[in-house]
């Protein structure tokens, strides 16, 4: 798996880029994953509701093609993208869902905290508050988009919206628990754990 850290990216070009690998891809190409953060934006699912953004601000929405309702990104949050071929890794969507939400938890554990799933609501809780989000598209059996794990950021945005369609779902980030590792560590960190759960494959 090919690993890229373009840095601070804004959302579309990331997300048209995203697209364009999937859809340029064949049987022979590596699978990728991108580590970034973003400026400040609002991205509303394909079935999202934009009644979920509840009052008008400057911070952009974006319209896109991952399942799930809005979510916010900003300076602060990792957010990693998984740009894997499914067939190849003979692996369903909620089988990788299910190990995107073991890595977060692993990656969370680190820092001796008790992270856990929440029956029919994908992403990662601490006693009940959303502290990572994911969402994902598949196309011809490749996946794109992926996972936000809050670490260090202002978490005022998120009070703007219902996160993830929830209404009054309060949103927390590793910093509330005195996590004093930066976006970039622990984004290195939740790649030694994803790439645990999605181990190198042959490519064809």
Known sequence: ???????????????RAMQEF??????????????????????LGQAGKPEHLLQTTDIPLVKIDRGGQITYHGPGQVVAYLLIDLHRRHLKVREMVNLLEQSIIDCIADFGLDARRQEGAPGVYIDGAKIAALGLRVKNGCSYHGLSLNVDMDLTPFTWINPCGYSGLKTIQLKDFGVTEGPDEVAERLLGHLQHHFPAVASI
């Open 1 to 15: 798996m090919i690993i890229r850290r373009p840095g601070l990216v804004p959302y579309e070009p990331t997300w």
């Open 22 to 43: 999937t859809t340029r891809r064949d049987a022979s190409t590596p699978d990728e994953l991108w580590l970034v953060q973003h400026p400040p934006v609002y991205t």
